[in-house]
């Protein structure tokens, strides 16, 4: 069987039930054509990967807003994660559906990677979804956007969450030296894996698994190398699409997001996330390997 497929889907859906400012999703409402037109692209895809029997498939879905409180994404998820081929399917939430769904679920493989916002949602409440997801057996991780005016809120969150459950901090990177060197260093405290993610990585040049073994898919089954390389490479609908699985050089400058970085072979990411990749959790407990300051 070939290697494992990791594919980054991002269909047509641009709609959040939050309002973060810095989002341009925020709150933003589709009309009844534009759900349907994301319907059909899902259920296509759900189809494909149900087709790809001769491959190891693995599905992260990186929604442009809010996916679960969307019925069909948790059937889609709940279908895909009962056929026998897939290895993983994971999605980046917020974490405000209900999650009697995922009973459905082969839970084996189920993953959430479940993003606190402070400004949009009580910390107690938030905890409440974690404590329900904990409790059915769901793997996640639990994160946030290192905000300034958010840090007291999220180390508030690390210290109650359970020790097994990673926190991971996404460095605010639209200023530049946005950070103190004391905010860096508590930030770390938190998450010890921090100071990769505030790292724009030189990435021209250097070898990556995207358009090789990860790609992402938009609603049309377009094929790029990764969200941040816009050249297409194929299309998973067409029948030779595996003739674009190819090893290839970075092309950008720089690479600064999580979920591009983590594909570069010199950053050893693979080995520290394992099985863990797409829902954000490394395979040893790396987090607070530092003392929280009082």
Same mark, same amino acid.
């Given at each position: 069987?070939?290697?494992?497929? %990791?594919?980054?889907?991002?269909?047509?859906?641009?709609?959040?039930?939050? =309002?973060?400012?810095?989002?341009?999703?925020?709150?933003?409402?589709?009309?009844?054509?534009? #759900?349907?037109?994301?319907?059909?692209?899902?259920?296509?895809?759900?189809?494909?990967?149900?087709?790809? %029997?001769?491959?190891?498939?693995? &599905?992260?879905?990186?929604?442009?807003?809010?996916?679960?409180?969307?019925?069909?994404?948790?059937?889609?998820?709940?279908?895909?994660?009962?056929?026998?081929?897939?290895?993983?399917?994971?999605?980046?939430?917020?974490?405000?559906?209900?999650?009697?769904?995922?009973?459905?679920?082969?839970?084996?493989?189920?993953?959430?990677?479940?993003?606190?916002?402070?400004?949009?949602?009580?910390?107690?409440?938030? +905890?409440?979804?974690?404590?329900?997801?904990?409790?059915?057996?769901?793997?996640?991780?639990?994160?946030? &956007?290192?905000?300034?005016?958010? @840090?007291?809120?999220?180390?508030?969150?690390?210290?109650?969450?359970?020790?097994?459950?990673? +926190?991971?901090?996404?460095?605010?990177?639209?200023?530049?030296?946005?950070?103190?060197?004391?905010?860096?260093?508590?930030?770390? @405290?938190?998450?010890?894996?921090?100071?990769?993610?505030?790292?724009?990585?030189?990435?021209?040049?250097?070898?990556? @698994?995207?358009?090789?073994?990860?790609?992402? &898919?938009?609603?049309? =089954?377009?094929?790029?190398?990764? #969200?941040?390389?816009?050249?297409?490479?194929?299309?998973?609908?067409?029948?030779?699409?595996?003739?674009?699985?190819?090893?290839?050089?970075?092309?950008?400058?720089?690479?600064?997001? #999580?979920?591009?970085?983590?594909?570069?072979? %010199?950053?050893?990411?693979?080995? +520290?996330?394992?099985?863990? +990749?797409?829902?954000?959790?490394?395979?040893?407990?790396?987090?607070?390997?530092?003392?929280?300051?009082?």
């Amino acid at each position: 069987m070939t290697p494992t497929l %990791r594919i980054l889907y991002r269909g047509p859906l641009s709609s959040c039930n939050y =309002g973060c400012e810095y989002c341009p999703f925020a709150k933003h409402t589709e009309i009844d054509a534009e #759900h349907d037109a994301d319907r059909r692209a899902l259920d296509r895809f759900v189809a494909w990967v149900g087709e790809q %029997r001769d491959r190891r498939i693995s &599905v992260l879905f990186t929604p442009w807003g809010e996916a679960l409180v969307r019925k069909r994404y948790q059937d889609a998820i709940v279908t895909l994660t009962n056929m026998e081929h897939v290895e993983k399917i994971a999605i980046q939430t917020n974490l405000s559906c209900r999650l009697d769904w995922v009973e459905r679920c082969d839970k084996s493989k189920l993953g959430l990677w479940a993003t606190y916002h402070p400004g949009e949602v009580a910390r107690e409440k938030f +905890l409440a979804q974690c404590r329900d997801a904990d409790r059915r057996g769901v793997r996640f991780s639990v994160g946030s &956007v290192g905000l300034k005016e958010h @840090q007291e809120d999220i180390a508030a969150l690390r210290d109650a969450l359970p020790e097994h459950i990673y +926190l991971w901090v996404n460095a605010y990177k639209r200023q530049m030296d946005y950070y103190t060197p004391d905010e860096i260093a508590r930030y770390t @405290q938190i998450d010890s894996l921090f100071p990769i993610n505030t790292e724009r990585h030189p990435s021209e040049g250097e070898p990556c @698994q995207a358009g090789q073994t990860a790609i992402s &898919v938009d609603g049309d =089954g377009v094929m790029r190398r990764c #969200h941040f390389v816009r050249d297409p490479i194929g299309n998973i609908y067409d029948s030779n699409f595996a003739d674009a699985l190819q090893p290839r050089l970075c092309k950008n400058e720089t690479c600064g997001c #999580h979920i591009g970085y983590v594909h570069m072979d %010199r950053l050893g990411q693979y080995e +520290l996330y394992g099985d863990g +990749l797409l829902e954000r959790i490394p395979v040893k407990p790396v987090w607070r390997a530092l003392p929280m300051s009082p």
